[in-house]
């Protein structure tokens, strides 16, 4: 995993184009193998956000930016 993850990472780094991984490293082994293989992240986002506070969030942008969706298709984003 960690090789595919470096290839990875050093396409973008050749072509000059930022990237994110998510949801990746998992254990401390994984973060310390990516460390080893020159691979140093600048930041790291954490979002621990309830499923329901989230989907709610997404469903309020879009009324408020008054999107095309109908309401049927609004209520869909909350399930």
């Not at 184009?17 to 600048?42: C, M, N, Y």
């Not at 469903?59 to 930016?65: E, F, Q």
């Amino acid at each position: 995993m960690i090789d595919l993850v470096k290839k990875q990472v050093e396409q973008f780094e050749k072509e000059h184009t930022s990237w994110v991984i998510e949801g990746f490293p998992r254990t401390k082994v994984q973060a310390l193998a990516l460390q080893k293989s020159g691979i140093i992240p600048d930041r790291f986002i954490l979002l621990n956000v309830e499923r329901e506070a989230s989907l709610s969030q997404v469903k309020n942008n879009l009324i408020a930016a008054k999107t095309a969706f109908s309401e049927e298709e609004l209520e869909q984003v909350a399930e």
